[in-house]
């Protein structure tokens, strides 16, 4: 037989040290939603603001791997692009 009295499970914890907080504000909007708005924002106004051109660690990267021979690789495309193998 299920028990319909149990209370639900309680919110999943951040990891210690982490902080980190999908609340919502009155107006429906979350914090995640803010932290959105901003960056578009930010970025709309100065798209290059990161720059341009690969950065080192990138151009460091696509020399190790032309180094082993590497053809096949597996980017999960996070940020602006300039970065992109």
Do not use: C, K, Y
């Amino acid at each position: 037989m299920h028990n319909t009295s149990a209370s639900p499970p309680a919110p999943p914890q951040a990891p210690a040290g982490v902080a980190f907080s999908v609340m919502s504000a009155p107006d429906g909007h979350t914090r995640l939603d803010a932290q959105q708005e901003h960056w578009q924002r930010i970025l709309a106004s100065s798209p290059d603001r990161f720059g341009t051109d690969a950065s080192a660690p990138a151009r460091a990267a696509a020399q190790a791997f032309r180094e082993i021979g590497a053809m096949r690789l597996l980017e999960l495309g996070a940020g602006q692009g300039r970065d992109t193998l």
